[in-house]
């Protein structure tokens, strides 16, 4: 039985149906039944717990043979933090994968995790992957760019920037912060192989099939969109500080301080990583996008 953590969330939400497609057993461990309702439908086991809930995971995670660890936050709020959710959370399921019988861990951390911590979010990340890395556990960690695809992600913010002004697209800085955009659907096809057939102990950054910068995936958006915006270059300092203000007035705002700061570091891996680790060349940008056409 596969133990899927994040069940519900952006790569959850493909990767449960892909996966109930097969004879695997399912379980998913979910916060709340009543939220995790679409999941009843892919005839899942559902176990009630979460990542911080030690003895919670102890008793999700029996009878399970192989977990696949999704769940993390990008946003910080009072109620979860780094600390407590990227970092204790996957130390709290990496221990109760030990004590348990599991024979294959599989981790979703992102492309730039790294021990800095001028960068909260992927310092945050590295240190999950150093739990899993440090376990005895028969590992595979999975570093993806940003993804792209039905649900809630990067592109979506993107998007919702180009909202919030009727003619202009603010643009951090240079707007040459490099990234490597990859559909969420090849990144699961990914981890389906890996669940089975992957080198244990391997570290696959993986991306799609072309770097793009920010502007460039910016253009793409409202290209897609079909809308006419005037292209905006703002400073980094008065960015900084107009996300300050939205984040002090703004429930959800576009972007966040911590988000704001890893535009310092281009989140790019090799061109052939998905083709020549997994053997499929993966899903352009803008092949991918559909999903952000106005209805």
Sequence with gaps: ??????????????????LAKSEEKIKCLVRSFAKAEALWDYGVELAL????????????????????????IIR?????????????????VVQAAQESDVKRFIHMSVLGANPDPSYRYTYSKWHGEEAVRSSNLEFIIFRPSVMFGQG?????????????FPFIAPVPGSGKARFQPISVEDTVSCLIQALEGGKAGQTYEIGGPEH??????????????????????????????????ME????????????????????TTDLDSVERHFGFKPMALNQGLGYIKPS
């Design 1 to 18: 039985m596969i133990l899927i953590t994040g069940g519900t969330g952006f790569v959850g939400s493909y990767l449960v149906p892909r």
């Design 49 to 72: 717990g979460d990542v911080t809930d030690p003895q919670s995971l102890r008793e999700a995670i029996q009878g399970v043979d192989r977990v696949i660890h999704l769940v993390a």
């Design 76 to 92: 910080e709020s009072k109620e979860a933090t780094f600390n407590g959710v990227n970092v204790q959370g996957t130390r709290n």
């Design 152 to 164: 809630f992600g990067f592109i979506d913010r993107l998007k919702q920037s180009l909202t919030m």
């Design 212 to 245: 793009l910068t920010y502007e460039e995936m910016l253009d793409t958006v409202i290209h897609v969109l079909g809308i006419r915006r005037v292209k905006v270059h703002i400073p980094m300092p008065l960015m900084r500080l107009a996300v300050m203000m």
């Design 248 to 267: 002090r007035t703004m429930r959800d705002p576009p972007a966040t301080s911590v988000e704001l700061a890893q535009l310092d570091l281009d989140n």
